[in-house]
């Protein structure tokens, strides 16, 4: 139930003395729209004023389908879903930040390689390594998976998780996204915030599923997207509890725990959330497998996929089949067959970030 109540307070407020009552049975549903715009607020987005929805959304079909699901699935009727099933999952990189010209987790790990280079230069004689550190792309892509691995065994293990998490976090507050000159967490996409807002007006949970770094995801998903950490489901390094000098630590290892993309994610989400989810949002064909379990699963329940379509050059990027950052080729094929929402970011969106998106 969505209910939204004014009281203007007066010097004769005591004649509305009734009202104090009602307040208080709402205080618990006031507190999910606080949250909300603390969200909002962290990702420096200007106040709009109260009721209006997705006001970055020009008004069309891809806004229509959203509205039109939330309505079904909240209001009492044939479609309308429980509460505890109402779940959302948002892949990251191209869906709620800008994932080009190269994921921000690759150049987390060229960063980080730079610095394990001067105490330690024998890491240089690894190919992956000597690569990101020269900043030679065409090199570090032709070491293929193998010299992927390696590249995030030396930057991304052999340290404890609260190490990781120090190093992650301070490496997020300072890195910034190349074209824009702003940090990464600036350069999420307006649109998309507010849409997991009013998701979670309408009593969502929403969930992180995302080929990125689980970990390094953590260190900023609550602050920036209002998605608390054990929400967050990425991919991940194989971890140890140890004791070190007689504190308890966990040690991350230099292999590979679990890849989350492609037909990875439908299982980080069963084996994390334990339920289907009736939302997905993603951008490439890292994500069909997740927008496939989340519509095609069971086809007499209601469920929404959208697909971020990178269209904007001028305020962003434009890719989709030809790209080897967030390729779209498949996935939106199968959006016109199945009826996805295919969101054209130049066309739909009024602004991409919350800035004006000049350089």
Known sequence: MKLTCRVRFESGFRRHILLLTLLTTLI???????SC???????????????????????????????????????????????????AVFDNDGTLWCE???????????DRAKVLVVDKPS??????????????????????????????????????????????????????QPRFNRPYTECVYQPMIELLAYLRQNNFKTYIVSGGGVELMRTFSEKVYGIAPEQVIGSSCKLQFEMVN?????????EIHFIDDKDGKPVGIHEYIGRRPIAAFGNSDGDLAMLQYTCLSEPKKP?????VHHTDAAREYAY???????????????????????????NDWKKVFA???KP
Request: a negative charge; aromatic letters at 6%.
């Open 28 to 34: 618990g549903s006031c507190l999910t729209a606080v």
């Open 37 to 87: 715009l603390d969200a909002l607020a962290d990702t420096q987005a200007k106040p709009t004023s109260q009721g209006e929805v997705l006001p970055t959304w020009r008004e069309g079909k891809a806004k229509q389908s959203i509205l039109d699901f939330v309505h079904a699935v909240t209001t009492p009727g044939p479609e309308f879903v429980k509460e505890e099933e109402r779940i």
């Open 100 to 110: 080009s010209p190269f994921y921000p987790q690759l150049q987390f790990a060229i």
């Open 123 to 176: 890491l240089a004689e690894i190919p992956s390594v000597a690569a990101a550190v020269k900043g030679d792309s065409q090199a570090l892509v032709a070491t293929g998976s193998k010299g992927a691995i390696e590249l995030i065994g030396v930057t991304h293990c052999g340290m404890s998780t609260q190490q990781f998490d120090r190093i992650a976090s301070q490496w997020i507050a300072g890195a910034k």
């Open 246 to 254: 007689g504190k308890p630590v966990i040690m991350r290892l230099p």
């Open 303 to 307: 469920s929404l996929g959208l697909i």
């Open 320 to 346: 989709d089949r030809d790209s080897s950052i967030g390729r779209l080729d498949k996935a939106l094929d199968e959006a016109k067959t199945h009826g996805w929402t295919v969101v054209d970011m130049k």
């Open 355 to 357: 800035f004006d998106g």
